[in-house]
């Protein structure tokens, strides 16, 4: 009687047939591709590297203005019929005004420079992309590098900056690549709603206006 019960046990207990395993491969593989349409990891890095940007700017905002009211001598910011712009970006190397009379629309057309090399691009002393010594502040530079674009060489996206005639007063710009960040009407849109000149570019600075 027990070999008996012992058989039967046996008998009852089966794994998973071929098609259940087929049923749970394919609900797993619909699931996944769910996950990644809602995820969208591409518009997930996009969005990641715009929070940078809207980081960079206002890092850098913040420092040039605790410049501006340290520094005696702080005569000038940059020559205002140059829009400087990172050397890791579109026009980092030409004299174009493409991207920066888009930005920029007050003066119209600019000389657009590169005014160092990509090795000194980051530099706070005077030789980076921004020409201002952030080490003269008497507390010491406030951020250890200034920022560029995290899409390095693209031709499409780089920081652009242009101080005022009064040399007291500045701007940013750059370009979002997010829908959450660049789309007007949506939650993170901060290029239709910072306040600046132009509908194409996020602005950020003391004179929106420039």
Partial sequence: MHVFKQNVKRRTRK?????????????????????LLTLNPAELLRQARDSNRISDLSTMKSAISLYLADVS??????????????????????TTAGGCSAAFLASGTMTVTASTTMANARKVNGSGWIPINLTLISSGAPI??????????????????????????????????????????????VVTTDGGVSALYYEQGTDLSL
Avoid: H, W
Wanted: charged letters at 15%; proline letters at 3%; aromatic letters at 12%.
């Fill in 144 to 189: 250890g590098q200034l920022g560029t674009d995290p899409l390095d060489n693209t031709g499409v996206n780089f920081y652009l900056y242009r101080p005022s005639s009064t040399y007291l007063t500045f701007k940013f710009a750059t370009k979002m690549e997010s829908s959450k960040y660049g789309t007007a009407g949506m939650p993170g849109d």
């Fill in 15 to 35: 794994g998973f047939t071929l098609i259940e395993l087929l049923v749970v491969i394919a609900i797993v593989a619909i699931l996944s591709i769910v996950v």
């Fill in 73 to 94: 001598s702080a005569s000038s910011t940059g020559d205002r019929n140059i829009c400087y712009v990172d050397v890791s970006g579109a026009y980092g190397t030409t």
